[in-house]
């Protein structure tokens, strides 16, 4: 699977931002959001199953981030609200392996990836 992020920009503290992910060849039947800050381990963000009725968020996240799915279109959305600077990195969508059902919040857990989208947030 082919996986294109866009969405990215600069938003203010408080703001909003929705990333989109368009997947395209095999589709997986689970995908995910992660981000990366320079120096750190890439860090889960969110995932959801095809049908959108599984999701998993990481602590830092939920309440804030919402993970969603068209299956239609093959992509995945992640709407960011209340963004805060520590949200601040390069986001990364991710797709299972096409016989994984499991929603995996472990990087290791994701066989192929977008190339990023950079997310500022200014205070």
């Known amino acids: 699977v082919q996986l294109q992020a866009s969405g990215g920009g600069v938003a203010q503290a408080g703001g909003s931002l929705t990333l989109s992910c368009a997947a395209s060849g095999r589709t997986s039947p689970v995908m995910g959001w992660f981000r990366q800050t320079p120096g750190k381990e890439r860090e889960f963000v969110a995932a959801?199953?095809?049908?959108?009725?599984?999701?998993e968020y990481s602590e830092s996240v939920k309440g804030r981030f919402i993970v969603s799915r068209d299956g239609t279109r093959n992509t995945v959305y992640l709407r960011m609200n209340s963004l805060n600077p520590e949200d601040t990195a390069v986001y990364y969508c991710?797709?299972?392996?096409?016989?994984?059902?499991?929603?995996?919040?472990?990087?290791?857990?994701?066989?192929?990836w977008g190339q990023g989208t950079q997310v500022t947030v200014s205070s």
């Open positions: 959801i199953n095809r049908s959108g009725v599984r999701k």
């Open positions: 991710a797709a299972r392996p096409s016989h994984q059902t499991y929603v995996s919040t472990s990087r290791e857990g994701y066989i192929s």
